[in-house]
């Protein structure tokens, strides 16, 4: 494993103090850190004592000459997808466990925010933290590795799920399923469908984010 810390852009705190609370956005494949780092200045009205930071990817997409991903693409099957989120996990976790001691903040501060690709991993990290985070927001994503989450699950924090019925790269189906193996699991969430939406995210779907945000950090 590359022992080298993830990098990408921050964003706050607004409030220009010591940050309370560690949103990380995990971007999609075929982009990079700051794809969604743009995002953060609309939370941070919010959240101004937050903190955003938005990794790149620490690997070249294998069939498109441009972006980054986590993990490789090739033979999209779902054994395939289960290892590449493996695989990809534990420097998504380093990141996280550097960044929260960097702060003094442990993972009841942390959300994971996650976009397609980004959505997989947010979803497989958070779900085996030693401690659950805040919240996990997933858009436009799936549920990987979710034969073994029953053994493996470690933390159940409140999910939020936005899918658009329209998408085409991640079939729209991913939603329900995703839904019904969190619920049977015990795990809170909330699975929202997005009329004609294709493979994106939109204003309506940020902010059931920031709803969600500031009912559990509210909380914390």
Sequence with gaps: MNETLLSGPSFGPASGGA?????????????????????????AKEFPDALFLS???????DDVPFGLQWFSRVDWV?????????????AIDAFLDHHLAAHGLDDSNLALFG????????LHVGLRRRAAPAAILGFSGRLA???????????????????????????????GAAEQALKELAVPVEAVTRPGMGHSLDDDGVRRAIALLGQVFAAS
């Design 55 to 61: 990794p790149h990817a620490p690997q070249s997409c």
């Design 145 to 175: 590795a979710a034969e073994s989450l029953a053994e493996e699950i470690t933390a159940r924090p409140p999910v939020l799920l936005v899918h658009g019925d329209a998408d085409v790269v991640v079939p729209y189906e991913s939603l």
């Design 78 to 90: 779902p054994e395939n997808i289960a290892a590449g989120v493996r695989g990809a996990a534990p």
């Design 19 to 43: 940050p309370r609370q560690l949103i990380v956005f995990l971007h999609g494949r075929g982009a990079d850190g700051d794809d969604l780092i743009g995002l953060a200045p609309i939370f």
């Design 115 to 122: 976009f397609s690709q980004g959505c997989m991993m947010a």
